[in-house]
């Protein structure tokens, strides 16, 4: 099965950019969504399709996806930016089809 | 204003099988291409994909899963249900349902989430 491997945790001074990433074999070529969990909320979508942002979200988030890794990234990082960030692709080949998700990644505001 | 919201018990025994029931509102699960997914998230861990029932009543299930997991949609009472067999402890988690859209699929909006402990 397919795996997406993000590290664990990552800090980040407020008004600075942070940069996540989602490690993939080959994930430039399938598509990556991001999803944002603040604690003890349910995730949100914030990124589609590598680099689309839904209704809502910032301008401020914007995504990449090229080779082996695909990168979330947040400028100017507010406090309220502070949340768990997962990666999530969809997995086909001839026998499944099968969402996966990354580990997911806890970035902290200092 | 698409929304969702999942029901069932909170505290279940091992062995036994759980049913929760996601119900939903702004959307119709007869509307081509959309869907409704399963998730859940143990706590302090990462999220996990369960299952996911599309408009054509095409279902898939988490290979690890598979074998213990069964999807249902009623288009007519806008509610999907998800029955999970041989509950175990391990199994305790935050069990969360989603609108699904797009090729490839994405979650977008997401229910507030059941916490489901399993415990004799």
């Known amino acids: 099965s397919y795996v997406l491997t993000q590290p664990p945790s990552m800090s980040v001074a407020p008004g600075k950019t942070a940069r996540m990433t989602c490690g993939g074999n080959?994930?430039?070529?399938?598509?990556v969504h991001w999803y944002q969990q603040r604690p003890g909320q349910a995730p949100v979508l914030v990124i589609y399709?590598?680099?689309d942002r839904p209704s809502g979200i910032p301008e401020r988030f914007s995504g990449s996806n090229s080779g082996d890794t695909a990168t979330l990234t947040i400028s100017r990082v507010e406090a309220g930016d502070e949340a768990d960030y997962y990666c999530?692709?969809?997995?086909?080949?001839?026998?499944?089809?099968?969402?996966?998700f990354g580990g997911g990644t806890k970035l902290t505001v200092l | 204003q698409i929304s969702l919201k999942e029901s069932g018990p909170t505290l279940v025994k091992p062995t036994q099988t759980l049913t929760l029931t996601c119900s939903f509102s702004?959307?119709?699960?007869?509307?081509?291409?959309?869907?409704v997914g399963w998730f859940r998230q143990p706590p302090g861990k990462a999220l996990e994909w369960l299952a996911l029932?599309?408009?054509?009543?095409?279902?898939r299930y988490s290979p690890s899963l598979k074998s213990r997991l069964s999807i249902t949609k009623d288009t007519s009472k806008n509610q999907v249900v998800l029955i999970m067999t041989n509950m175990d402890p391990l199994d305790t988690a935050t069990y969360y349902c989603?609108?699904?859209?797009?090729?490839?699929?994405?979650?977008?909006?997401w229910g507030q989430g059941i916490l489901v402990t399993v415990s004799s």
């Open positions: 080959n994930i430039g070529s399938k598509t």
């Open positions: 029932v599309y408009w054509n009543d095409n279902k």
């Open positions: 702004g959307f119709s699960l007869s509307s081509s291409g959309l869907g």
């Open positions: 999530q692709v969809w997995d086909r080949t001839s026998d499944h089809r099968d969402v996966v």
């Open positions: 989603a609108h699904s859209s797009g090729s490839p699929v994405w979650f977008d909006p």
């Open positions: 399709y590598d680099n």
